[in-house]
């Protein structure tokens, strides 16, 4: 059984910066697509980054692109979310999710997963 944990959350002023990890055990994350989601008090869970088994290519949604960053370190088994000029808005649960690679492009968003964490919560607040 694939688990994953997600780690790195906080309160943090607007205009700060955080990076969340995704650490995986039972099985090795190298095969897996990535997914980064978070969900806001009374709102749906939005997909807000993607990335390929390889690390080689990524997806944003266009409201985080320039802010946000994923990446991952395959070796160490963990998947990050750099997030930088925080802003209110970005206040949510934060959760990873791994899947099977669809065989595409990249990664797309909006794609189901079937492995998901237990989210991290980011506050964002004066």
């Known amino acids: 059984q694939l688990q994953l944990v997600e780690s790195g959350g906080g309160l943090v002023q607007p205009g700060g910066s955080l990076r969340l990890s995704c650490a995986a055990s039972?099985?090795?994350?190298?095969?897996?697509?990535i997914g980064w989601f978070r969900q806001a008090p009374g709102k749906e869970r939005e997909e807000v980054s993607c990335?390929?088994?390889?690390?080689?290519?990524?997806n944003y949604k266009n409201s985080v692109k320039g802010r946000f960053t994923i990446s991952r370190d395959n070796a160490k088994n963990t998947v990050y979310l750099q997030i930088d000029s925080l802003k209110p808005e970005d206040t949510a649960v934060y959760y990873c999710a791994a899947d099977r690679p669809q065989g595409l492009l990249g990664c797309v968003l909006g794609r189901r997963y079937s492995y998901w964490g237990q989210g991290t919560q980011v506050a964002v607040s004066s």
């Open positions: 990335i390929t088994s390889s690390g080689r290519n990524t």
């Open positions: 039972g099985y090795t994350l190298d095969s897996y697509t």
